[in-house]
């Protein structure tokens, strides 16, 4: 009978023994010899000198700076293709592309093919190190997902826009999906996504507290720290003014919310994971600087879907008693810094009043949520009205206003999203839909759960990364009680480095045959180890 492997050892760095073991990780030597020593100081030099005489000769700082960049670009590009990975996920999830669009002329097909950078390291996997394609267990709901979408264009009102919605999903949906989970094929490159991450999170969370402290709200910092609207109300010391809504380079401070909340336990539990102190404090402040945008959006439902995970936390096992007291110290100092946030806050307890009461006077609710009510309730009736079929991709907004106006709590003017995810997908694509999804995300949680049973004791690390991003994945789900889907590669990225995550979990499982191939059936709320040597 054998014997079950010892918990795997980690180093300065963290990575793990079982990992420094597996074919599936990358050879030694991971920095290209272009980089080390003198020739690494000669070709930064080089890109200096290429920056400061496209500057001069141009006139162009923009465009000098990717000039100078470009050869290298190219370089790196030879030599260390998988160098590519973490800089297309920063640039995905700081929306650097679609800033360069918006606001510095960049062409917008430049932008849209930036996940078609991976294919170099894609490419180099599969025709010259001969690795096979990996396909997920969640691909084929994702793929029949996409059949429902095409075969919803035959419905549709108007076919020319929604086959232009399908077009959409498919290139930042499912070919972003496939490309991600093709190319983490290794605990370094998983490490080097979260990292990517998390540094994008600081990166725009730092941005908007800033922005916040000075107060300079006109100044939209190259596009990065965007403030669309008024705001709202905020009394100071008897007088009056109007606070801000941050929204950073998104656009939309409730998907600002939404996509910095994501981060925050995946930073925790990168956090945790760590041995090194240099990473464990720079992921720390990512992951502070993440929650303090969240917090500077003023989204009233993110602060739910921030309880609920609370909640989920919990029930798993994860909140313990000093890492709970961290979490509510962090929340009351972000609460004190912000105190606006309470007045946002404390909006919510109307709308649990009328919940409860089942009245809706004119005045207990305020017009936005009173319009969000309608747009629901519109949704509702168009997927009873269609249940099989849905009305169409990117079709419910032509009958927001015919349905939200019969007998809803608002009269809607022009066209209106659902503001909920599952209640769009259900209007716009039927329960076929709306079944595929679910299943969808089910496929990527049981995966997830699997690989924090199987590795919490001998791969501590994957089992917390396993568990930020199941956490970061529930996060989403519970905000998109309150949102559309738009913005969806964001959805489509985090969905694609669980699924690797979960990947790399089975790979190692069958690797190592000391190590279970199966976890023991087990309830949710078997706790996920956290390393030893972290704090």
Not at 93 to 111: E, I, L, M, Q
Not at 231 to 237: Q, S, Y
Not at 470 to 493: E, K, M
């Amino acid at each position: 009978m054998s014997t079950p492997p010892p918990p795997c050892k980690t180093g300065r760095g963290g990575a793990a023994g079982l990992a420094g073991a597996s074919p599936l990780a990358p050879p030694a030597s991971q920095i290209p010899w272009l980089l080390a020593g003198p020739a690494g100081g000669w070709l930064a030099l080089g890109s200096v000198a290429m920056v400061a005489v496209a500057a001069i000769a141009l006139d162009q700082p923009l465009l000098a700076l990717l000039a100078g960049a470009a050869v290298p670009a190219v370089l790196l590009t030879v030599v260390w293709s998988e160098g590519l990975i973490p800089q297309v996920i920063f640039i995905l999830y700081s929306n650097a592309a679609v800033v360069a669009v918006r606001f510095h002329g960049v062409p917008g097909p430049a932008a849209a093919l930036l996940p078609a950078v991976l294919a170099i390291p894609l490419l180099r996997y599969i025709l010259l190190d001969g690795r096979p394609l990996i396909l997920t267990s969640t691909l084929p709901w994702v793929l029949l997902f996409m059949l429902v979408q095409t075969l919803g264009v035959l419905v549709a009102r108007y076919p020319e826009e929604a086959w232009k919605n399908v077009q959409t999903m498919v290139l930042e949906g499912l070919a972003l999906y496939v490309v991600i989970t093709n190319v983490i094929r290794s605990r370094t490159t998983l490490r080097w996504a979260i990292g990517a991450l998390l540094l994008a999170g600081g990166f725009m969370g730092g941005l908007s507290v800033y922005q916040q402290a000075t107060r300079t709200f006109d100044n939209h910092y190259g596009g990065f720290a965007q403030v669309p609207g008024l705001g709202f109300a905020v009394a100071e010391d008897g007088v009056e003014h109007r606070q801000a809504r941050l929204c950073g380079p998104v656009g939309e401070q409730n998907r600002y919310a939404q996509i910095m909340l994501m981060l925050v336990p995946l930073g925790y539990f990168y956090c945790l994971s760590e041995t090194s102190r240099k990473r464990q404090a720079w992921a720390a402040v990512a992951t502070l600087l993440s929650a303090a945008g969240c917090v500077l959006a003023f989204s009233r439902g993110t602060a739910v879907a921030f309880a609920l995970m609370l909640v989920l936390m919990t029930m798993m096992g994860q909140l313990r008693i000093r890492h709970l007291l961290v979490l509510v110290l962090a929340t009351l100092l972000l609460l004190v810094a912000s105190p606006q946030y309470l007045i946002r806050l404390a909006s919510i307890q109307s709308l649990v009043d009328v919940a409860v009461s089942g009245h809706t006077a004119e005045g207990e609710l305020d017009g936005a949520t009173r319009g969000r009510l309608t747009v629901m309730f519109a949704a509702a009736r168009v997927a009873a009205d269609y249940p099989l079929t849905g009305v169409g991709p990117g079709m419910f907004n032509h009958y927001s206003r015919a349905y939200g106006n019969d007998g809803g709590l608002r009269a809607l003017e022009g066209t209106r999203e659902a503001h909920c995810l599952y209640l769009q997908l259900a209007a716009e694509h039927g329960l076929p839909g709306l079944v595929c999804f679910l299943a969808m995300l089910g496929a990527a949680f049981r995966g997830l759960v699997q690989t924090r049973r199987i590795w919490q004791v001998h791969d501590p690390q994957l089992a917390n990364w396993a568990t930020g991003f199941l956490l970061a994945l529930a996060s989403y789900v519970a905000t998109s009680l309150f949102l559309h889907f738009s913005y969806a590669r964001y959805f489509w990225l985090i969905l694609a480095i669980s699924d690797a995550t979960s990947y790399l979990g089975r790979q190692f499982a069958l690797r190592h045959p000391l190590a279970p191939p199966r976890a023991p059936r087990a309830s949710l709320a078997s706790s996920c180890v956290p390393n030893p040597h972290a704090v």
